[in-house]
Protein backbone atom coordinates (compact mmCIF):
# COMPACT_ATOMS: atom_id res chain seq x y z
CA UNK A 1 0.00 0.00 0.00
CA UNK A 2 1.19 3.26 -1.10
CA UNK A 3 -1.04 5.26 1.94
CA UNK A 4 0.67 4.52 5.26
CA UNK A 5 -1.69 6.62 7.92
CA UNK A 6 -4.97 7.92 7.45
CA UNK A 7 -6.23 10.33 10.04
CA UNK A 8 -9.91 11.40 10.05
CA UNK A 9 -8.93 15.17 11.63
CA UNK A 10 -12.40 16.94 10.60
CA UNK A 11 -15.33 17.60 8.51
CA UNK A 12 -13.36 19.25 5.35
CA UNK A 13 -10.12 20.62 5.52
CA UNK A 14 -9.43 23.47 3.54
CA UNK A 15 -5.29 23.11 4.20
CA UNK A 16 -2.53 21.60 5.90
CA UNK A 17 0.82 22.25 6.54
CA UNK A 18 3.32 20.12 8.59
CA UNK A 19 6.09 21.03 11.43
CA UNK A 20 9.42 21.00 11.02
CA UNK A 21 9.91 17.44 12.69
CA UNK A 22 6.82 16.19 11.12
CA UNK A 23 5.49 15.60 14.68
CA UNK A 24 2.73 18.09 14.55
CA UNK A 25 0.03 19.20 12.38
CA UNK A 26 -1.77 22.66 11.34
CA UNK A 27 -4.84 22.11 9.17
CA UNK A 28 -7.75 24.51 9.06
CA UNK A 29 -11.48 22.36 9.45
CA UNK A 30 -13.10 24.78 7.05
CA UNK A 31 -13.76 27.31 9.28
CA UNK A 32 -12.19 30.75 10.43
CA UNK A 33 -9.59 28.32 12.92
CA UNK A 34 -6.46 26.86 12.49
CA UNK A 35 -6.49 23.55 14.69
CA UNK A 36 -2.73 22.33 15.57
CA UNK A 37 -2.25 18.50 16.38
CA UNK A 38 0.38 16.74 18.35
CA UNK A 39 1.24 13.23 17.88
CA UNK A 40 0.96 12.10 21.49
CA UNK A 41 1.95 8.56 22.52
CA UNK A 42 0.02 7.52 19.00
CA UNK A 43 -2.53 9.47 19.11
CA UNK A 44 -3.06 12.52 17.82
CA UNK A 45 -4.76 15.21 20.35
CA UNK A 46 -5.21 19.12 19.58
CA UNK A 47 -2.66 20.80 21.20
CA UNK A 48 -3.29 24.48 20.22
CA UNK A 49 -6.44 26.54 18.34
CA UNK A 50 -5.04 29.24 16.17
CA UNK A 51 -8.15 32.13 16.11
CA UNK A 52 -7.72 35.54 14.90
CA UNK A 53 -9.27 35.01 11.69
CA UNK A 54 -12.23 36.08 10.84
CA UNK A 55 -13.19 33.98 7.74
CA UNK A 56 -12.11 30.57 6.05
CA UNK A 57 -8.21 30.28 6.29
CA UNK A 58 -7.46 29.18 2.56
CA UNK A 59 -3.56 28.81 3.20
CA UNK A 60 -1.14 27.58 6.20
CA UNK A 61 2.24 27.14 5.86
CA UNK A 62 4.63 26.00 8.30
CA UNK A 63 8.52 27.07 7.27
CA UNK A 64 11.16 24.23 8.57
CA UNK A 65 14.01 26.07 9.74
CA UNK A 66 12.83 29.24 11.51
CA UNK A 67 9.86 27.43 12.81
CA UNK A 68 7.23 29.66 11.76
CA UNK A 69 3.34 29.36 10.61
CA UNK A 70 1.81 31.84 8.21
CA UNK A 71 -1.94 31.81 7.15
CA UNK A 72 -3.93 33.50 5.03
CA UNK A 73 -7.56 34.03 5.22
CA UNK A 74 -10.35 35.19 2.88
CA UNK A 75 -10.48 38.26 5.19
CA UNK A 76 -7.68 39.69 3.35
CA UNK A 77 -5.78 39.41 6.44
CA UNK A 78 -2.50 37.73 7.06
CA UNK A 79 -0.88 36.75 10.16
CA UNK A 80 2.72 35.02 11.03
CA UNK A 81 2.51 32.82 14.44
CA UNK A 82 5.90 32.60 16.25
CA UNK A 83 6.18 30.07 18.76
CA UNK A 84 6.95 31.82 22.33
CA UNK A 85 6.37 28.92 25.32
CA UNK A 86 3.86 26.87 24.75
CA UNK A 87 1.78 29.58 23.02
CA UNK A 88 1.75 30.59 19.69
CA UNK A 89 1.98 34.09 19.19
CA UNK A 90 0.03 36.16 16.32
CA UNK A 91 1.08 39.19 13.80
CA UNK A 92 -0.89 40.33 11.71
CA UNK A 93 0.65 41.17 7.89
CA UNK A 94 -1.17 44.25 6.26
CA UNK A 95 -1.83 42.67 3.03
CA UNK A 96 -3.33 45.85 1.34
CA UNK A 97 -5.96 43.54 -0.58
CA UNK A 98 -9.77 44.18 -1.61
CA UNK A 99 -10.21 40.46 -2.08
CA UNK A 100 -9.70 37.32 -0.41
CA UNK A 101 -6.21 35.42 0.30
CA UNK A 102 -5.92 32.26 -1.43
CA UNK A 103 -2.91 30.59 -0.68
CA UNK A 104 0.69 31.17 0.92
CA UNK A 105 3.89 29.88 0.43
CA UNK A 106 7.23 30.65 2.92
CA UNK A 107 10.39 31.01 -0.12
CA UNK A 108 13.23 28.79 0.34
CA UNK A 109 15.33 30.67 2.84
CA UNK A 110 12.43 31.85 4.47
CA UNK A 111 13.38 35.59 4.80
CA UNK A 112 9.68 36.09 2.45
CA UNK A 113 6.53 34.41 1.86
CA UNK A 114 4.16 35.54 -1.29
CA UNK A 115 0.26 34.92 -1.06
CA UNK A 116 -1.43 34.76 -4.24
CA UNK A 117 -5.24 36.23 -4.10
CA UNK A 118 -8.62 37.62 -5.37
CA UNK A 119 -7.13 40.51 -6.21
CA UNK A 120 -5.75 39.68 -9.24
CA UNK A 121 -2.37 40.24 -7.69
CA UNK A 122 0.71 38.64 -5.66
CA UNK A 123 2.15 39.57 -2.36
CA UNK A 124 5.80 39.41 -1.19
CA UNK A 125 6.26 39.66 2.10
CA UNK A 126 9.03 40.49 4.23
CA UNK A 127 10.25 41.32 7.49
CA UNK A 128 11.42 45.38 8.67
CA UNK A 129 13.90 44.62 11.49
CA UNK A 130 14.29 48.33 12.00
CA UNK A 131 9.99 48.71 11.89
CA UNK A 132 9.72 45.04 13.68
CA UNK A 133 6.90 44.91 11.02
CA UNK A 134 6.15 42.60 8.07
CA UNK A 135 5.71 44.90 4.68
CA UNK A 136 3.58 43.51 1.64
CA UNK A 137 4.64 44.66 -1.60
CA UNK A 138 2.51 43.69 -4.14
CA UNK A 139 2.86 42.56 -7.90
CA UNK A 140 0.04 44.49 -9.93
CA UNK A 141 -1.53 44.83 -13.25
CA UNK A 142 0.18 41.58 -14.43
CA UNK A 143 -3.14 38.49 -13.77
CA UNK A 144 -6.37 39.28 -15.61
CA UNK A 145 -7.96 36.96 -12.73
CA UNK A 146 -7.62 35.44 -9.33
CA UNK A 147 -4.10 33.73 -8.57
CA UNK A 148 -4.74 30.47 -7.63
CA UNK A 149 -1.36 29.03 -6.46
CA UNK A 150 2.37 30.49 -5.86
CA UNK A 151 5.63 28.37 -6.56
CA UNK A 152 8.98 29.86 -5.33
CA UNK A 153 12.12 28.86 -7.39
CA UNK A 154 14.98 26.99 -5.21
CA UNK A 155 16.69 30.25 -5.81
CA UNK A 156 14.44 32.21 -3.85
CA UNK A 157 13.90 34.61 -6.34
CA UNK A 158 11.89 33.43 -8.86
CA UNK A 159 7.65 32.90 -8.33
CA UNK A 160 5.49 31.20 -9.96
CA UNK A 161 1.96 31.45 -10.30
CA UNK A 162 -1.16 30.30 -11.50
CA UNK A 163 -4.20 31.82 -12.09
CA UNK A 164 -8.14 31.58 -13.56
CA UNK A 165 -7.33 33.70 -16.55
CA UNK A 166 -5.69 30.57 -17.92
CA UNK A 167 -1.94 31.56 -17.51
CA UNK A 168 1.13 30.30 -15.52
CA UNK A 169 3.18 33.48 -15.19
CA UNK A 170 6.77 33.28 -13.58
CA UNK A 171 8.00 36.42 -11.62
CA UNK A 172 11.33 38.13 -10.34
CA UNK A 173 10.64 39.02 -6.59
CA UNK A 174 14.06 41.07 -5.98
CA UNK A 175 13.79 42.94 -2.80
CA UNK A 176 16.67 45.31 -1.92
CA UNK A 177 18.31 44.66 1.59
CA UNK A 178 16.19 41.17 1.92
CA UNK A 179 17.94 39.44 -0.97
CA UNK A 180 21.66 39.81 -2.13
CA UNK A 181 23.01 39.46 -5.83
CA UNK A 182 24.80 36.44 -5.09
CA UNK A 183 26.24 34.21 -8.21
CA UNK A 184 23.70 31.81 -6.47
CA UNK A 185 20.64 33.15 -8.24
CA UNK A 186 21.89 32.96 -11.55
CA UNK A 187 20.80 35.70 -14.47
CA UNK A 188 17.23 35.76 -12.04
CA UNK A 189 18.89 37.89 -10.14
CA UNK A 190 19.52 41.06 -12.81
CA UNK A 191 15.49 41.11 -13.26
CA UNK A 192 13.91 44.60 -10.96
CA UNK A 193 10.68 43.29 -8.44
CA UNK A 194 7.53 42.13 -10.27
CA UNK A 195 9.21 41.90 -13.60
CA UNK A 196 7.33 39.29 -15.53
CA UNK A 197 10.04 36.81 -17.15
CA UNK A 198 7.34 34.45 -18.68
CA UNK A 199 4.02 33.81 -19.33
CA UNK A 200 2.52 30.84 -20.34
CA UNK A 201 -0.97 30.74 -22.40
CA UNK A 202 -0.81 26.83 -22.58
CA UNK A 203 -4.58 26.50 -21.48
CA UNK A 204 -7.69 28.19 -22.09
CA UNK A 205 -9.14 27.32 -18.60
CA UNK A 206 -8.72 28.15 -15.07
CA UNK A 207 -5.55 26.90 -13.72
CA UNK A 208 -4.73 25.35 -10.30
CA UNK A 209 -1.17 24.25 -8.70
CA UNK A 210 1.98 25.16 -10.07
CA UNK A 211 5.53 23.81 -8.45
CA UNK A 212 9.21 23.56 -9.50
CA UNK A 213 11.35 20.37 -9.40
CA UNK A 214 13.94 19.94 -6.84
CA UNK A 215 16.42 21.54 -9.18
CA UNK A 216 14.29 24.39 -10.46
CA UNK A 217 14.69 23.42 -13.91
CA UNK A 218 11.51 22.30 -14.51
CA UNK A 219 7.72 23.45 -13.76
CA UNK A 220 4.71 21.87 -13.92
CA UNK A 221 1.40 23.24 -13.21
CA UNK A 222 -2.39 21.79 -14.09
CA UNK A 223 -5.48 22.91 -15.95
CA UNK A 224 -9.00 22.92 -15.07
CA UNK A 225 -9.22 20.66 -18.71
CA UNK A 226 -7.96 17.78 -17.30
CA UNK A 227 -4.20 18.53 -18.42
CA UNK A 228 -1.24 18.75 -17.23
CA UNK A 229 1.47 20.97 -18.47
CA UNK A 230 5.06 20.18 -17.91
CA UNK A 231 7.83 23.30 -18.53
CA UNK A 232 11.68 23.00 -19.26
CA UNK A 233 13.88 25.51 -19.40
CA UNK A 234 11.54 28.59 -17.76
CA UNK A 235 12.90 31.54 -19.97
CA UNK A 236 12.80 33.50 -23.41
CA UNK A 237 12.95 30.19 -25.31
CA UNK A 238 11.10 27.84 -22.68
CA UNK A 239 10.00 23.90 -24.05
CA UNK A 240 6.15 22.84 -22.73
CA UNK A 241 4.38 19.71 -23.19
CA UNK A 242 1.38 18.92 -22.34
CA UNK A 243 -0.37 15.92 -21.09
CA UNK A 244 -4.33 15.04 -21.22
CA UNK A 245 -5.86 12.72 -18.96
CA UNK A 246 -9.07 10.79 -18.87
CA UNK A 247 -9.99 11.41 -15.52
CA UNK A 248 -11.45 14.38 -13.43
CA UNK A 249 -9.24 17.56 -13.08
CA UNK A 250 -6.22 18.03 -10.91
CA UNK A 251 -6.35 20.45 -8.16
CA UNK A 252 -2.84 20.64 -7.07
CA UNK A 253 1.13 18.83 -8.06
CA UNK A 254 4.24 17.86 -6.54
CA UNK A 255 7.49 16.76 -7.74
CA UNK A 256 8.70 13.99 -5.91
CA UNK A 257 12.01 13.65 -8.03
CA UNK A 258 13.12 15.49 -11.43
CA UNK A 259 11.16 12.83 -12.90
CA UNK A 260 8.28 12.09 -11.09
CA UNK A 261 4.96 14.29 -10.48
CA UNK A 262 2.27 13.43 -8.19
CA UNK A 263 -1.28 14.99 -8.81
CA UNK A 264 -4.19 14.95 -6.93
CA UNK A 265 -7.73 16.54 -7.42
CA UNK A 266 -11.14 15.76 -8.39
CA UNK A 267 -10.60 12.51 -9.04
CA UNK A 268 -10.02 11.68 -4.91
CA UNK A 269 -7.08 9.29 -5.74
CA UNK A 270 -3.53 10.66 -6.83
CA UNK A 271 -2.01 10.11 -10.47
CA UNK A 272 1.37 9.64 -11.23
CA UNK A 273 3.29 10.90 -13.55
CA UNK A 274 6.77 10.18 -14.69
CA UNK A 275 9.31 11.12 -17.40
CA UNK A 276 11.34 8.81 -19.32
CA UNK A 277 14.76 9.00 -20.73
CA UNK A 278 14.03 11.05 -23.42
CA UNK A 279 12.35 13.77 -20.77
CA UNK A 280 8.59 12.53 -22.46
CA UNK A 281 6.16 13.06 -19.66
CA UNK A 282 3.63 10.25 -19.20
CA UNK A 283 0.34 9.38 -16.71
CA UNK A 284 1.20 6.64 -15.31
CA UNK A 285 -0.86 5.16 -12.91
CA UNK A 286 -3.09 5.98 -10.04
CA UNK A 287 -1.64 5.60 -6.49
CA UNK A 288 -4.24 3.90 -4.69
CA UNK A 289 -6.02 0.81 -5.61
CA UNK A 290 -8.44 1.26 -8.01
CA UNK A 291 -10.81 -1.20 -9.78
CA UNK A 292 -10.58 -1.96 -13.18
CA UNK A 293 -12.69 0.65 -15.50
CA UNK A 294 -14.00 -0.76 -18.56
CA UNK A 295 -17.58 -1.43 -18.20
CA UNK A 296 -20.45 1.68 -19.57
CA UNK A 297 -22.32 0.63 -16.26
CA UNK A 298 -19.74 2.42 -14.52
CA UNK A 299 -19.93 5.57 -16.41
CA UNK A 300 -23.11 6.15 -15.47
CA UNK A 301 -22.41 5.40 -12.15
CA UNK A 302 -19.45 7.96 -11.88
CA UNK A 303 -21.85 10.19 -13.20
CA UNK A 304 -24.58 10.06 -10.22
CA UNK A 305 -21.29 9.75 -8.37
CA UNK A 306 -19.74 13.27 -9.41
CA UNK A 307 -23.09 14.94 -9.06
CA UNK A 308 -23.47 13.51 -5.49
CA UNK A 309 -20.05 15.29 -5.19
CA UNK A 310 -21.51 18.10 -6.52
CA UNK A 311 -23.99 18.36 -3.58
CA UNK A 312 -21.53 17.40 -0.90
CA UNK A 313 -22.66 14.22 -0.57
CA UNK A 314 -19.17 12.10 -0.08
CA UNK A 315 -20.58 8.75 0.92
CA UNK A 316 -22.37 7.96 -1.92
CA UNK A 317 -25.10 9.20 -4.16
CA UNK A 318 -28.94 8.97 -3.29
CA UNK A 319 -30.10 8.63 -6.90
CA UNK A 320 -27.70 5.63 -7.35
CA UNK A 321 -28.85 2.32 -7.87
CA UNK A 322 -25.25 0.78 -8.02
CA UNK A 323 -24.34 1.63 -4.57
CA UNK A 324 -21.59 -1.27 -4.76
CA UNK A 325 -19.53 0.64 -7.57
CA UNK A 326 -20.20 4.37 -6.23
CA UNK A 327 -17.81 4.22 -3.09
CA UNK A 328 -15.41 6.41 -5.16
CA UNK A 329 -13.29 3.34 -6.98
CA UNK A 330 -11.55 1.92 -3.71
CA UNK A 331 -9.49 5.05 -3.21
CA UNK A 332 -8.76 5.99 0.28
CA UNK A 333 -9.80 10.10 -0.12
CA UNK A 334 -13.71 10.24 -0.38
CA UNK A 335 -13.72 13.91 -1.94
CA UNK A 336 -12.08 16.04 -4.06
CA UNK A 337 -8.19 16.31 -2.42
CA UNK A 338 -7.31 20.07 -2.57
CA UNK A 339 -3.60 20.02 -1.20
CA UNK A 340 -0.50 18.25 -1.22
CA UNK A 341 2.14 18.76 0.96
CA UNK A 342 5.86 16.64 0.62
CA UNK A 343 6.99 15.39 4.06
CA UNK A 344 10.65 16.07 3.23
CA UNK A 345 13.24 14.51 5.64
CA UNK A 346 16.24 17.63 6.12
CA UNK A 347 19.46 17.12 3.06
CA UNK A 348 17.79 14.77 0.66
CA UNK A 349 17.14 15.80 -2.88
CA UNK A 350 14.54 13.17 -3.46
CA UNK A 351 11.49 12.69 -0.78
CA UNK A 352 9.14 9.78 -0.86
CA UNK A 353 6.60 10.49 1.55
CA UNK A 354 4.05 13.58 0.95
CA UNK A 355 0.60 13.94 2.52
CA UNK A 356 -2.40 14.66 1.08
CA UNK A 357 -5.81 16.19 2.47
CA UNK A 358 -9.08 17.04 0.75
CA UNK A 359 -13.06 18.10 1.24
CA UNK A 360 -13.67 14.89 3.07
CA UNK A 361 -11.28 15.99 5.95
CA UNK A 362 -8.73 13.10 5.80
CA UNK A 363 -5.28 14.03 6.05
CA UNK A 364 -3.41 10.22 4.16
CA UNK A 365 0.11 10.01 4.53
CA UNK A 366 1.79 8.20 1.21
CA UNK A 367 4.85 6.51 0.56
CA UNK A 368 6.66 5.61 -2.48
CA UNK A 369 9.34 3.70 -1.25
CA UNK A 370 7.83 0.13 -1.71
CA UNK A 371 6.43 1.22 -5.28
CA UNK A 372 8.68 -1.07 -7.06
CA UNK A 373 7.46 -0.17 -10.22
CA UNK A 374 8.46 3.60 -9.19
CA UNK A 375 11.61 3.40 -7.96
CA UNK A 376 13.07 3.93 -11.40
CA UNK A 377 11.62 7.74 -11.52
CA UNK A 378 12.80 8.15 -8.32
CA UNK B 1 5.05 30.71 -27.13
CA UNK B 2 2.64 27.75 -28.42
CA UNK B 3 -0.90 27.05 -27.58
CA UNK B 4 -2.44 30.18 -29.69
CA UNK B 5 -2.43 30.31 -32.91
CA UNK B 6 -3.79 33.59 -33.47
CA UNK B 7 -7.10 34.21 -34.74
CA UNK B 8 -7.90 34.77 -38.35
CA UNK B 9 -8.98 38.53 -38.94
CA UNK B 10 -12.42 38.68 -40.44
CA UNK B 11 -11.62 39.82 -43.84
CA UNK B 12 -10.12 35.87 -44.10
CA UNK B 13 -13.70 34.68 -43.19
CA UNK B 14 -14.30 34.16 -47.22
CA UNK B 15 -11.34 31.91 -47.40
CA UNK B 16 -12.41 29.90 -44.68
CA UNK B 17 -15.51 29.40 -46.17
CA UNK B 18 -14.53 28.64 -49.32
CA UNK B 19 -12.00 25.55 -47.90
CA UNK B 20 -15.50 24.74 -45.77
CA UNK B 21 -17.18 23.96 -49.32
CA UNK B 22 -14.14 21.95 -50.43
CA UNK B 23 -14.79 19.90 -47.37
CA UNK B 24 -18.29 19.42 -47.80
CA UNK B 25 -18.16 18.31 -51.64
CA UNK B 26 -15.68 15.89 -50.13
CA UNK B 27 -17.59 14.49 -47.57
CA UNK B 28 -20.60 14.26 -49.90
CA UNK B 29 -18.25 11.82 -52.27
CA UNK B 30 -16.84 9.82 -48.98
CA UNK B 31 -20.09 9.12 -48.10
CA UNK B 32 -21.03 7.92 -51.74
CA UNK B 33 -18.25 5.26 -51.30
CA UNK B 34 -20.11 3.99 -48.03
CA UNK B 35 -16.66 5.88 -45.74
CA UNK B 36 -18.74 7.65 -42.92
CA UNK B 37 -15.86 7.60 -40.92
CA UNK B 38 -13.25 9.49 -43.43
CA UNK B 39 -15.99 11.58 -44.00
CA UNK B 40 -15.92 12.15 -40.02
CA UNK B 41 -11.99 12.65 -39.93
CA UNK B 42 -12.66 15.35 -43.26
CA UNK B 43 -15.38 17.15 -41.16
CA UNK B 44 -13.46 17.56 -38.06
CA UNK B 45 -10.22 18.61 -39.66
CA UNK B 46 -9.44 22.14 -39.23
CA UNK B 47 -11.93 22.62 -36.75
CA UNK B 48 -12.99 24.49 -34.76
CA UNK B 49 -12.02 27.36 -37.19
CA UNK B 50 -9.91 29.39 -36.09
CA UNK B 51 -11.83 32.51 -36.11
CA UNK B 52 -14.29 34.37 -33.88
CA UNK B 53 -16.68 34.65 -37.12
CA UNK B 54 -19.73 32.90 -36.40
CA UNK B 55 -20.73 32.21 -40.06
CA UNK B 56 -17.58 30.21 -40.27
CA UNK B 57 -18.26 28.24 -37.17
CA UNK B 58 -21.83 27.53 -38.30
CA UNK B 59 -20.90 26.70 -41.71
CA UNK B 60 -18.64 23.95 -39.87
CA UNK B 61 -21.29 23.02 -37.65
CA UNK B 62 -23.41 21.54 -40.96
CA UNK B 63 -20.51 19.87 -42.44
CA UNK B 64 -19.67 18.18 -39.41
CA UNK B 65 -23.17 17.54 -38.52
CA UNK B 66 -23.53 16.04 -41.68
CA UNK B 67 -20.93 13.67 -41.22
CA UNK B 68 -21.82 12.88 -37.54
CA UNK B 69 -25.61 11.94 -38.79
CA UNK B 70 -24.10 9.35 -41.56
CA UNK B 71 -22.85 7.60 -38.50
CA UNK B 72 -24.85 4.24 -38.45
CA UNK B 73 -22.42 1.66 -36.79
CA UNK B 74 -21.06 3.60 -33.54
CA UNK B 75 -18.47 1.14 -32.01
CA UNK B 76 -17.63 0.64 -35.89
CA UNK B 77 -16.61 4.40 -36.12
CA UNK B 78 -14.38 3.61 -32.78
CA UNK B 79 -12.08 1.09 -34.46
CA UNK B 80 -11.18 3.50 -37.24
CA UNK B 81 -11.39 6.46 -35.86
CA UNK B 82 -7.97 7.95 -34.03
CA UNK B 83 -7.78 9.12 -30.19
CA UNK B 84 -6.63 12.40 -31.53
CA UNK B 85 -10.39 13.48 -32.82
CA UNK B 86 -11.85 12.36 -29.24
CA UNK B 87 -11.67 16.13 -27.80
CA UNK B 88 -12.74 17.73 -30.99
CA UNK B 89 -15.64 15.38 -31.61
CA UNK B 90 -17.01 15.87 -28.05
CA UNK B 91 -17.11 19.67 -28.65
CA UNK B 92 -19.37 18.73 -31.85
CA UNK B 93 -21.09 16.47 -29.75
CA UNK B 94 -22.43 19.15 -27.10
CA UNK B 95 -23.13 21.35 -29.80
CA UNK B 96 -25.31 18.83 -31.18
CA UNK B 97 -27.21 18.34 -28.02
CA UNK B 98 -27.68 22.31 -27.54
CA UNK B 99 -29.88 22.58 -30.90
CA UNK B 100 -32.55 20.26 -29.61
CA UNK B 101 -33.46 18.72 -32.33
CA UNK B 102 -34.74 15.31 -31.59
CA UNK B 103 -32.82 13.04 -34.44
CA UNK B 104 -29.85 14.97 -33.66
CA UNK B 105 -29.96 14.66 -30.04
CA UNK B 106 -30.48 10.74 -30.04
CA UNK B 107 -27.59 10.50 -32.36
CA UNK B 108 -25.42 12.70 -30.27
CA UNK B 109 -26.22 10.96 -27.48
CA UNK B 110 -25.93 7.39 -28.62
CA UNK B 111 -21.91 8.30 -29.97
CA UNK B 112 -21.43 10.13 -26.79
CA UNK B 113 -21.95 7.05 -24.93
CA UNK B 114 -19.29 5.65 -26.15
CA UNK B 115 -17.11 8.55 -26.41
CA UNK B 116 -17.17 8.82 -22.72
CA UNK B 117 -16.21 4.75 -22.60
CA UNK B 118 -13.49 5.66 -24.63
CA UNK B 119 -12.33 8.73 -23.89
CA UNK B 120 -13.13 9.15 -19.96
CA UNK B 121 -14.60 12.25 -18.20
CA UNK B 122 -11.45 14.32 -19.11
CA UNK B 123 -12.34 14.36 -22.54
CA UNK B 124 -15.89 16.30 -21.24
CA UNK B 125 -14.17 18.44 -18.88
CA UNK B 126 -11.79 19.37 -22.12
CA UNK B 127 -15.19 20.14 -24.42
CA UNK B 128 -16.81 21.92 -21.84
CA UNK B 129 -13.97 23.91 -20.45
CA UNK B 130 -12.26 25.87 -23.74
CA UNK B 131 -13.85 28.84 -24.03
CA UNK B 132 -11.68 30.06 -26.68
CA UNK B 133 -11.72 27.39 -29.27
CA UNK B 134 -15.20 26.88 -29.10
CA UNK B 135 -17.30 25.34 -32.40
Known amino acids: MAAIAVHQFAQCITCHAWSPDHSMIAFCPNNSEVHIHKLVEEKWERIHVLQKHDQIVSGIDWSIRSNRIVTVSHDRNSYVWNQEGVDWVPTLVILRLNRAALCVQWSPRENKFAVGSGAKTVCICYYEQENNWWVSKLIRKRHDSSVTSVAWHPNNILLATTSTDGKCRVFSTFIKGVDTRDSGTGSAGDSKFGEQIIQLDLSFCWSFGVKWSPSGNTLAYVGHNSMIYFVDEVGPAPSAQTVAFRDLPLRDVLFVSERMVIGVGFDCNPMVFAAEERGLWTFLRFLGERKASSSSAKYGSQFSEAFGKLYGQSKQGINNDRAETSIPRGAIHENCINSIVPLKKGGKSTNTRFSTSGLDGKVVIWDLENQEDLSEYL | ?135
Open chain 2, 1 to 135: MAGHEGFVEADNAEAIITRIEHKSRKIESLLKQYKPVEALKTALEGSPPKTRDERCKSANWIVVHRAIMAIKDVDGMFSSLDPEYYDILMKYLYKGLSTGDRPTCDQCLRIHEKLTEKAGLGCILRSLSDTVNTV
